[in-house]
């Protein structure tokens, strides 16, 4: 299980280079509305002994502090990304951080992009919808293309449907990069022919000016979990590269 502090790394990221990470949640705990059969911080009932989440005040005098060490160290870094352990839009603080996130990159590494993985489940909000907006990268989940296989991959805590949360994305007219998870379980293959049909449709409506496809990378908290390699994962999306849209593999 992973646990971080507000600010961590950089770390080498397969999919970001050089990547800054900031967690929004506690520092020795786990916050999370999805609960993911994948998820490398463990099962959300493993993280419940700190609750404590950063405030943007916190936020900014760490980032600040750690920005101004790597610039004097000559670190380079190609994406602030806002991850950790859980989801980060569930910050009440999210809009404000996002905006003094930016005023510190522009200041200490205008070269860096500002990433945010999010599962998407909180657009709802037109606040947090708007602040992702303004990111460089607003990295969005959707591992599936029905409510009843997002319940067996991601295991929402609370309302979701997939009709909800495709209808929030569209509010960003595709300038965003969608993520999904490729794997296999005992009741859930991502390369089954109609799972896969599926989720092309919705990508084929959706048009996200990237997709980001990847597979497991590290422990898992269920073990009955196996991984693709990128060739595999390369013939299941190959229908989508073949109409011209830009995905990212990572195995």
């Known amino acids: 299980m992973l646990r971080e502090e507000i600010v961590f790394g ?35 009932k493993d993280g419940t002994e700190d609750k404590v989440i950063p405030t943007a005040a ?19 870094i190609d994406s602030i990304t806002f991850s950790g352990d859980g989801e980060p839009t569930l910050n009440p603080q999210f809009p404000e951080i996002i905006d003094i996130t930016i005023g510190l990159r522009n200041e200490y590494y205008p070269g860096a992009k500002v990433s945010v993985l999010s599962n998407a489940t909180r657009l709802a909000d037109e606040a947090v919808v708007a602040a992702l907006k303004k990111v460089d990268n607003p990295i969005l989940k959707l591992d599936a293309a029905t409510d009843e296989d997002v319940c067996i991959l991601n295991r929402p805590q ?5 009709s909800e949360v495709f209808a929030n994305l569209k509010k960003f007219c595709g300038n965003f990069v969608l993520q999904t998870m490729f794997l296999r379980s005992s009741d859930f293959d991502s390369s089954d022919p109609a799972r896969l049909n599926a989720w092309m449709d919705i990508v084929r409506e959706l048009r996200p000016r990237e997709i980001m496809v990847y597979t497991i990378d590290r422990e898992t908290p269920s073990k009955d979990l196996s991984k693709f390699t990128e060739e595999q994962m390369r013939e299941m999306v190959q229908p989508l590269i073949n109409e011209g849209f830009n995905i990212q593999i990572k195995g």
């Open 58 to 76: 916190h936020l900014k005098k760490a980032l600040e502090e750690k920005l101004s060490r790597c610039v004097q160290e000559g670190t380079p």
């Open 158 to 162: 609370g309302h979701y449907h997939v």
């Open 10 to 44: 950089p770390i080498k990221s397969r999919r970001l280079g050089s990547s800054l990470g900031i967690n929004l949640l506690p520092e020795k705990g786990k916050l999370c509305n999805f609960d993911c059969i994948y998820c490398e911080c463990g099962w959300n």
